[in-house]
């Protein structure tokens, strides 16, 4: 009986699960610098880019619910980072925008995608983006097939 396909090493499931946790190790003392947690990075992520968003968008774009992006933009609340206002048409919808503070951290925070392209590629000769790109390109790949072949949004 061949073994192979079960043993722990040849398992891609077990390479993702350890790639995840190496690339949030290398994240975590960069955003440490910035006062950042990775999920306040993405949700500064998604503001850097739209500007603002509504509770339900960051939950849409981020993949998470409410029970944890809420406290977490709380959280940012305290920190100075965001302001959470109430929309007038509907109370019931929460929009959080950048402050000043929050706004200015972009510009610390340019720096972060190229740290870890240097911690991914390090060992190939540094951050190069052709290689950055490719790499992001198979992992959408990979995603979006395995979405289509188990039928599920993996996403939300």
Not at 3 to 11: D, M, S
Not at 90 to 109: H, I, M, P, Y
Not at 125 to 154: I, K, M, W
Request: charged share 20%; aromatic share 6%; hydrophobic share 40%.
């Amino acid at each position: 009986m061949d073994t192979a396909p079960l043993l722990l090493e040849n398992q891609i499931c077990f390479r993702v699960y350890s790639l995840e946790k190496s690339i949030m190790a290398a994240y975590k003392p960069i955003l440490r610098a910035l006062g950042l947690t990775y999920p306040q990075y993405l949700v500064m992520l998604v503001l850097w880019e739209k500007g603002e968003s509504t509770i339900g968008g960051l939950c849409e774009s981020l993949g998470l619910d409410t029970g944890t992006v809420s406290p977490l933009v709380k959280r940012m609340e305290k920190s100075g980072l965001v302001e959470r206002h109430r929309q007038p048409a509907d109370e019931r919808t929460v929009v959080v925008v950048l402050t000043e503070k929050g706004s200015r951290l972009r510009q610390e925070a340019v720096q972060v995608p190229h740290m870890i392209g240097n911690c991914l590629f390090g060992s190939a000769g540094g951050f190069d983006l052709v290689s950055y790109n490719r790499l992001r390109t198979a992992l959408d790949e990979a995603l979006q097939a395995l979405q289509a072949h188990a039928g599920l949004d993996l996403e939300t």
